[in-house]
């Protein structure tokens, strides 16, 4: 009979995932795992089989949370495009100060990884984005439907533009404590939408 688990496998993918979102793959050792999941190496390969792939667990709890968050921004509004601003406003302002790093855990795993060192986490990051993106084109038609923005507009085009805007925003917001500026911005995000 083998012997039982003795540790929270979801508390263990959600430090893992603070800490890669913190340090970055490359700069988050097996050291740095083992003090802040407080497992052995031999533990975590045996659960997780490597370090690439509770990254890919981290990767895809970052993104699962990052679409609840959506989902909850889009149902506590009465429009698609006021649910939008919710969610550009929690992901920049609300969240900069508790997060463990001001850009995306996606974006930063795509800027950081190469097809030589990476290839399988790097395409795997893309495809995330390229599904968020997709999400986004969906409200956007949505939104179009409903008549809040013009029959003229593209939805996969504008949630190309929101999704650009969301990471260089992120990252301004990140270099400045200027909050009205990036409220600003957020709200120009807007004009340029409808």
Known sequence: MSAPIKFNREDVIEKAKNLYWEKGYHATSMRNLQDVVNMHPGSIYAAFGSKDKLFTESLNRYAADGAKRLADCIEQK????????HFIHTVIVCNSATAPSGMCMIVKTVAELTQNDSPDLLA?????????????????GQAIDSGEI????????LARYFQIQIIGLRTYAQVTNDNDAVEKYIDDIFKNIV
């Open 150 to 157: 013009s029959a003229e507009k593209d939805p996969v085009e």
């Open 124 to 140: 795997h990051a893309t495809n995330i984005l390229e599904g968020i993106e997709a999400s986004f084109a969906v409200l956007f």
């Open 78 to 85: 009465d429009t698609v495009l006021d649910g939008l601003k």
